[in-house]
């Protein structure tokens, strides 16, 4: 049987919004046993998001850079993302002129319709045959009426016209219909509110949401959804007595919607360890020597985000610094690992003049730098290491005992490494090595066993987790912040 599609739009309702019911409904057609994917068409004419600095990012297990949307979708659903799920406007008209280049069309006049309708189409359907899915949702993204958005309500029409998908709609406040597109499912977006997000999947559920959509598009022997688990999981979470507190250090960490990934998979740990984890966001810019004691005072964890170039590097350094020396849990993850390795190179080797070469290309002691293979290669994105690699663990590290395994793996994104020529005098004064990749022997975990909890990594342990599923390094860290 083909999959079926189902289009969750919305005029003038937050993107979040729509990405939040995408993927409750996700779960909640998963919960009747019927095998479902999700896939955001973006209306920002970026060919993919890799350039893009200026808001949060989410990183699939493909290598591909996407909006942080597919974050929710992935904790919300417990199945890993993919790259071919967040489709934007820009790719599509680049797919479009580079088939015209190739004379795909014979010739013809290349318009909107139905040229790039027609690819949208292919993007949408190769997703649902592909995976074998019952049911593929699709979030129509975008905040307001974006222009851009057209194209993607026009191929929603087309879709329309051959009986193959519902449309749901959530209308905000006054709102009216938009594009001449008649919905199946109508959501009030006031209905929807909820003390937290993880309550929408059991808010859609007490409207008969899914229900609604399997009567709409004739699906009648679906079992009933069991949602035990998740309920669990929001009763849970609801009745955490228990707090502690943890510090967020990075760039623009004090907005809203920074660092998400972190604070979900933070949330999620504290659950499943019975704690209420209480954010403390700490912009790295601002930190220094001089008010550092004042930002971090009183926390009882502190994780050194990641972040893009060297933008607040010596603020994490500064971070990293205050928690050796006053003994608090920390957890530094990508560019907050590089910060981890340079102050102890630093302070406790005794390289002055350490540092990273992304942020001072001529420094003396380039501890963290570019490996020699890496610098041929051109362009932004060229030398990175994007996506799920593995990372061989040291039996009897701090790694080890978090994962309970030797072999794990994860998300990267970053181009810059540990310097090997110096992984020796680290490891003599402490910072040990002790998770390397086994292709490339390049350097993924360090620890200072000497410290209460002192571990940094390359990889994003954030974007490896879901609401049953914490990831194993978040949830260790979370412990030990409990850990008097």
């Not at 990012?57 to 942080?68: A, K, M």
């Not at 660092?259 to 966001?281: M, Q, Y």
């Not at 003049?353 to 001529?362: I, P, Q, Y």
């Not at 004064?429 to 998770?435: D, K, P, Q, R």
Request: net charge negative.
């Amino acid at each position: 049987m083909d999959a079926k599609y189902i289009f969750v739009k919305g005029n003038s309702v937050p993107t979040l919004k729509k990405g939040l019911v995408a993927a409750s409904l996700a779960q909640l057609l998963l919960s009747r046993g019927l095998k479902t994917t999700l896939l955001r068409l973006d209306p920002c004419l970026n060919s993919d998001f890799e350039t893009i600095h200026s808001e949060e990012l989410f990183v699939t297990c493909d290598g591909y850079v996407t909006d942080s949307v597919l974050g929710c979708y992935e904790r919300f659903t417990d199945k890993k993302v993919r790259g071919n799920q967040c489709v934007t406007a820009g790719r599509i008209f680049q797919n479009v002129l580079s088939k015209e280049r190739r004379g795909e069309y014979a010739g013809e006049r290349v318009q909107i319709v139905p040229h790039a309708t027609d690819e949208v189409r292919q993007c949408v359907k190769v997703l649902g045959s592909k995976d074998e899915c019952d049911f593929v949702v699709v979030e129509i993204g975008g905040d307001t009426d974006n222009v851009a958005k057209t194209l993607f309500l026009e191929t929603v029409k087309q879709f329309r016209e051959d009986d193959e998908c519902v449309i749901i709609s959530i209308v905000a406040d006054e709102a009216c219909e938009d594009y001449d597109l008649p919905c199946d499912v109508h959501i009030e977006s006031g209905a929807i509110e909820c003390a937290t997000i993880y309550e929408m999947p059991l808010r859609l559920r007490e409207l008969q949401v899914d229900a609604q959509v399997l009567n709409a598009i004739g699906w009648h022997n679906a079992k009933e959804s069991d949602m035990t688990e998740w309920e669990s999981f929001v009763k849970r979470l609801q009745g955490l007595e228990c707090e502690v507190s943890v510090a967020i250090v990075g760039e623009c960490a004090e907005k809203e919607l920074a660092c998400r990934s972190i604070k979900e998979s933070l949330l999620i740990a504290g659950v499943h360890n019975g704690v209420a984890v209480e954010l403390k966001l700490v912009n790295a810019e601002n930190l220094n020597d001089g008010n550092v004691e004042r930002a971090l005072n009183g926390v009882g964890g502190v994780v050194i985000a990641s972040g893009s170039g060297s933008q607040g590097l010596e603020g994490r350094v500064t971070a990293v610094k205050w928690c050796r020396e006053n003994d608090v849990p920390m957890l530094a993850m990508g560019l907050g690992m590089h910060a981890m390795v340079i102050e102890y190179a630093r302070n406790i080797v005794g390289l002055r003049e350490a540092n990273s070469t992304e942020a001072d290309a001529r420094t003396v002691h380039n501890v963290i730098d570019l490996m020699t293979e890496q610098k041929t290669h051109s362009g932004l994105c060229g030398a990175m290491r994007l996506g799920e690699f593995e990372c061989s663990l040291n039996e009897g590290s701090q790694m080890a005992e978090a994962y309970e395994t030797l072999v794990v793996n994860e998300r990267h994104n970053h181009r810059f490494e540990l310097n090997s020529r110096y992984r020796k005098q680290l490891e003599d004064a402490g910072l040990n090595s002790v998770g390397v990749n086994p292709e490339t022997n390049l350097v993924d975990a360090v620890e200072v066993p000497s410290h209460r909890l002192m571990i940094g990594v390359q990889f994003q342990p954030e974007y490896g987790c879901s609401v049953m599923r914490p990831n194993r390094l978040m949830a260790y860290f979370v412990k030990n912040v409990i850990r008097k």
